[in-house]
């Protein structure tokens, strides 16, 4: 058995690891990930596929027994699911529970009634940033496309004038903000406060999304003039309802496990004191689980009753949010997997001792890691997953502000500019009628612009708290 082996066995060994150790874990990590972007990119495997794949060839090439990585990554796994996989349910049927039943047309519906002209792509990047706080990110595109393309067909807009900030505003909360698998999944590894990051994560959302919305729109649209593509737009769900929820109602019940989350961070700050029976309160009321899950049964009446569902149709609701999500609940998992591999093979400790003779910061060097795997792998949340358990060391001295911008440096890197190996380009491309060339200076350029703004104030923000 290598040193290697015995370090990886022994859970107590604090002793330093030595030049050749670095060098046989540093070899691992650079086999593993690339055995994972090499089953994605040329052998299209199933991301959950690559990831558990690409463990075991971690460990195996660390020197590691086979039967511990087997057990580091199921650890892991596990873990993971257990920390993470509610949230996303429970996110999930919320989203269907919006799409289903009117109330994400109600939105918006009342805010284009109210935009004209130029405040056109400032209504549609704020609509698409309300309506992408409980939904999936091909989620939230499908159902505002159909959005996107009435309003450039009737106002004669550029299409990019108007997608590009929907697109934006979705790209954003899905790689910025809580409870959207990324971040969540990255908060879980590096164990991270989720009031304090998702407080952080909007301050930082809302000027990047500004940016990269209606700002860089205004470019996008004279690099790419194209017209809203002569096409069948898709039926919204409300066409076939009598009956839908009202936009206070609807907002509200978005809304509602975004400010429970937020309450208990202040509450935190403000009381600091776990025995303080207002801090208790909040710390339940306010803990992810159950602030979502008291989004969802809100829902039920603030969403479902209006639009006219019966108990069976709600059920039916619930089923058809949960089916989609069991692909991303295995790729997360798998994450947790592969992060769990690289904590036990003594990777995490590595970058460690390595990182204190190095002049990068913490934060920077996370964002760079998470962009060097989006651009292999195509995928932000393997991204995130990935860089998540790479970085993750670097936490246990960080204060939770820092902690928390940690986070949102992994999720800004896992956006950087998306190109063919992301499904996420194939859909805008297609959808907006696009050739590759016109998605890359459109959608790609976005999605960097979104990355660096965001790494840019993540970093500024370290300076100041």
């Known amino acids: 058995m290598t040193r290697l082996s015995v370090e990886m066995l022994a859970a107590d060994t604090v002793e330093p690891i030595t030049s050749a150790g670095h060098a046989q874990l540093g070899i691992a990590v650079l086999g593993g990930i690339a055995v994972i972007v090499l089953l994605i990119t040329k052998f299209k495997l199933h991301a959950f596929l690559a990831l558990t794949v690409g463990a075991l060839a971690l460990g195996a090439f660390a020197g590691a027994p086979l039967d511990k990585v087997i057990v580091s990554f199921t650890t892991g796994l596990g873990t993971t699911v257990a920390g993470v996989g509610v949230l996303i349910a429970l996110g999930a049927i919320l989203g269907k529970l919006l799409a289903d039943s009117g109330g994400a047309d109600q939105i918006v519906d009342t ?79 590096v164990g991270a406060n989720l009031g304090v990051t998702l407080a952080l994560g909007v301050l930082v959302a809302v000027p990047t999304v500004v940016i990269a919305g209606p700002v860089f729109s205004r470019y996008a649209a004279r690099w790419v003039d194209v017209p809203a593509p002569e096409r069948m737009v898709p039926p919204r769900a409300s066409e076939d309802l009598e009956h839908r929820p009202g936009f206070a109602a609807t907002l509200a019940t978005i809304l509602l496990p ?32 159950i602030a979502l899950l008291a989004a969802v049964f809100v829902g039920f009446f603030t969403l479902g009753r209006p639009a006219g569902f019966s108990k069976e149709r709600l059920s039916r609701t619930v089923e058809k949010g949960l089916a989609p999500i069991a692909g991303i609940l295995l790729i997360v998992g798998a994450g947790g997997g592969f992060k769990q591999t690289l904590i036990d093979s003594g990777v995490g400790r590595m970058i460690l001792e390595i990182s204190e003779d190095w002049s990068i910061p913490a934060l920077l060097l996370a964002w760079l890691i998470a962009v060097a795997i989006r651009l292999a792998t195509g995928s932000a949340t393997v991204a995130t997953v990935s860089a998540a358990g790479l970085v993750a060391p670097l936490a246990a001295d960080m204060s939770t502000t820092h902690t928390a911008l940690l986070v ?36 790609s350029v976005m999605e960097t612009i979104i990355s660096v703004v965001a790494g840019a104030l993540v970093l500024l923000l370290s300076l100041v708290i």
Do not use: C
């Not at 009737?154 to 959207?180: C, D, E, F």
């Not at 996420?424 to 959608?443: D, M």
């Open 111 to 189: 805010i284009l009634a109210r935009a004209k002209g130029r405040s056109m792509p400032w209504a549609m990047v704020l609509i698409a940033s309300v309506i992408g706080l409980p939904l999936f990110f091909e989620v939230g595109v499908v159902l505002l496309i159909p959005v996107v393309l009435m309003v450039a067909k009737r106002g004669n807009y550029s299409l990019m004038r108007i997608g590009i900030p929907a697109l934006a505003g979705l790209s954003v909360m899905h790689g910025l903000v809580p409870p959207h698998p990324g971040p969540l999944v990255a908060i879980d590894a």
């Open 258 to 289: 975004v400010v429970l989350m937020l309450s208990k961070a202040l509450v935190d700050i403000v009381v600091d004191d776990p025995e303080h029976s207002v801090q208790r309160v909040f710390d339940v009321v306010g803990s992810p689980l």
């Open 408 to 443: 949102l440096a992994i999720g800004a890197g896992s956006l950087f500019f998306s190109h063919v190996n992301d499904a996420g380009f194939w859909l805008v491309k297609e959808y907006f009628g696009l050739t590759v060339g016109q998605t890359v200076k459109t959608w």
